[in-house]
């Protein structure tokens, strides 16, 4: 298991039962009477994933105030963003879970797997130190930092688009319709505005559409 796992990683476990542990979901715990699941390591892996972060943005984007490093961090630091490492390192496969959690799709959730990295990241921090766990965030994230970081400010689109709006004593409204099968969904949202649709926008989840209506509707709003 730490083979195979450590082999997808890029890292090399001294200790397979750690490596096992951060690869146990609570289903298959209960399944099997074990006392442990991954979710200790989780709470670990957080953290560490959390100061890898901190410490990169903080050497790295000088010219950024505390408020921008934080929104950067949280764009980067989310259930999504994980999910999308897990998935492209193939962490799925290595994965134990219960029968039921097998059948509902858990290998492909985006729950557990952003739970798995940070569970992983825990065991290798236990395992050989801070300083591997920090290089494999580089590794997954430094990409995604360097693009958040570009343009902090229109990380949150909504946010700003609602703070707009409020001076002028509007409110916007979302409206959301999806398509497509349940493991590949695409959202829609309308952007209404005192009963008018003002911008559309699509994306991968409800949140990320009604962002995308936001930023759409960001350039004409905020010039005006």
């Known amino acids: ?53 901190t410490r990169h943005l903080y050497d790295a984007y000088a010219h950024l105030a505390e408020g921008e490093l934080a929104k950067v961090r949280a764009a980067v630091v989310n259930q999504k963003a994980l999910a999308t490492v897990g998935r492209n390192l193939g962490i799925g496969e290595f994965m134990l879970l219960g029968q039921g959690e ?8 985006d729950s557990i797997l952003a739970d798995v990295v940070e569970a992983l990241l825990g065991a290798i921090y236990l395992d050989g130190g801070y ?46 319709s999806e398509s497509g099968p349940d493991h590949a969904k695409s959202f829609t949202a309308e952007l209404w505005v005192e009963g008018e649709i003002i911008a559309t926008g699509s994306g991968s989840s409800k949140k990320r559409a009604e962002q995308s209506a936001a930023s759409n509707a960001a350039a004409s709003l905020f010039e005006s």
Do not use: N
Not at 26 to 48: K, M, P, T, W
Not at 102 to 109: A, L, M, V
């Open 1 to 53: 298991m730490s083979s195979g796992v450590g082999g997808a990683l890029g890292y090399e476990f001294d200790s397979d039962e750690l490596a096992t542990l951060a690869l146990t979901h609570r289903s298959y715990a209960a399944e099997h009477e074990l006392d442990v699941s991954y979710e200790r390591l989780e709470f670990l892996g957080d953290a560490v994933l959390q100061l890898a972060v």
């Open 102 to 109: 097998e059948r509902s799709g858990g290998r492909d959730k």
């Open 131 to 176: 300083e591997p766990a920090s290089d494999l965030v580089l590794r997954w994230l430094v990409p995604l930092i360097g693009e958040r970081a570009a343009s902090p400010g229109e990380l949150d689109f909504k946010t700003r688009l609602q703070e707009v709006l409020a001076q002028r004593g509007l409110l916007p409204r979302y409206v959301i």
